[in-house]
């Protein structure tokens, strides 16, 4: 009986906290059911899936950039442009094919130009020779335009024999803009190459570096003041007001003569002058003009070779020498006996006279027969 009654009062406990569980649960149920359940939080829509889109960078301001000075280049501003050379081709007489194309095309303008001067294109190489080599060997382009420049020294008066020419062309043609310098093949000073410059190629400039503008224009300076070239004392006047130097124009002079006869000069057979301007001398008058080539100090030192007969040829190697030949007929008299120096010979004496003893003294000479 006392065990009935404990389970009764524990199954009434049970009942009891049942109850009150069940009562708690419904309130709670009923409360979430008239709140609105929060909705779930959605990720904003990216571009990319799966990627997470990178921060933005701040802006970031360059410094400020300083160009360098510009290059100084050795070409004169004519010709600063990049030009490619040719392949040099020489002549017969060892002047480039397009250097002596533009000579012989100086001859021609200038023989419709000033068919009274007479400037010959052999003139115009030997002027090109000494003074440039022929535009350095033909270091040109296709238009005739040298490849580098070709300047001579800055006329300041730092070098013996040079002049002080200050700047004429603000340094557009030899770069210097205190001074003048000799450009291109021709050696033109700006100031000169302002009075005579020519367009030889018909590109419509006037280059000093290119060939035949400057062929053209040497050869109208020469023929300036009426000068008639096929004479050789104008001729000299002619050479020496491009250069007044004596030895310079002996240079040229030979060149040219050389040039016009077909030969070619040999190398070293001509000495070389310098090409700078020298101090002005008064030309001497030469004795007889029509041979002035023949008397210059630079012809009768070497001149240049030409065309002559061939020499002899040598004999064959092995063969003996021909013994001297005895004299037949026009034999010279043979030469006296030495005798004692200052002494006269003695003469001969009669017939049948015995000849004096070596050494005695000579017999007095019989005196002549009376006519």
């Known amino acids: 009986m006392r065990i009935r009654g404990m389970a009764t009062a524990a199954a009434t406990v049970l009942v009891s906290l049942a109850t009150a569980v069940s009562s708690a649960g419904a309130v709670n149920a009923s409360d979430l059911a008239t709140e609105p359940a929060p909705a779930p939080a959605v990720a904003a829509p990216t571009g990319t899936v799966g990627l997470i889109a990178p921060a ?12 360098p000075p510009p290059v100084r280049f050795e070409l004169p501003p004519a010709v ?3 030009l490619t050379p040719i392949p040099v081709s020489l002549s017969a007489l060892g002047i480039p094919e397009l250097v002596l194309g533009a000579y012989r095309a100086a001859e021609a303008t200038m023989a419709t130009q000033a068919p009274g001067c007479g400037v010959s294109w052999h003139l115009l190489a030997g002027i090109g020779r000494i003074e440039s080599g022929h535009a350095g060997g033909g270091r040109t382009d296709a238009t005739g335009t040298t490849v580098t420049g070709i300047l001579g020294p800055t006329l300041d008066g730092t070098l013996a024999g ?11 043609l030899d770069g210097d803009p205190r001074h003048d310098r000799a450009v291109g093949p021709m050696q033109f000073i700006p100031g000169t190459w302002a009075r005579y410059a020519a367009d030889g190629n018909d590109d419509g400039v006037s280059d000093p570096n290119n060939v035949f503008d400057a062929s053209l224009a040497a050869a109208r300076y020469l023929c300036s003041g009426g000068l008639n ?7 000299l006047k002619a050479v020496l007001r491009y250069n007044n130097s004596a030895a310079y124009a002996s240079n040229v002079l030979a060149w040219s003569a050389a040039y016009a006869a077909g030969g070619t000069p040999t190398a070293g057979s001509i000495p070389d002058v310098t090409t700078e ?24 030192a070497a001149a240049p070779a030409s065309p002559q007969a061939p020499a002899p040829a040598p004999l064959i190697p092995g063969l003996p ?4 030949l005895p004299c037949l007929i026009f034999c010279p008299p043979a030469p006296a006996p030495e005798g004692t120096p200052g002494a006269p010979a003695a003469a001969p004496g009669p017939p049948g006279a015995p000849a004096p003893a070596p050494g005695a003294p000579g017999a007095a000479p019989a005196p002549a027969p009376l006519p």
């Not at 933005?56 to 160009?67: G, L, S």
């Not at 040079?162 to 557009?172: E, F, L, M, S, Y």
């Not at 301007?277 to 007889?288: E, G, H, N, R, S």
């Not at 020498?321 to 001297?324: D, G």
């Open 56 to 67: 933005p960078r701040p802006v970031r301001t360059p410094r400020a950039y300083t160009p």
């Open 162 to 172: 040079n002049n002080v020419i200050a700047d004429t062309d603000g340094g557009r």
């Open 277 to 300: 301007p020298a101090t002005p001398v008064a030309p001497t008058k030469p004795a007889d003009p029509a041979r002035i080539g023949d008397h210059s100090p630079a012809l009768d």
């Open 229 to 235: 070239l096929r004479e050789p004392a104008q001729e």
């Open 80 to 82: 600063a442009e990049k």
């Open 321 to 324: 020498a021909l013994p001297e």
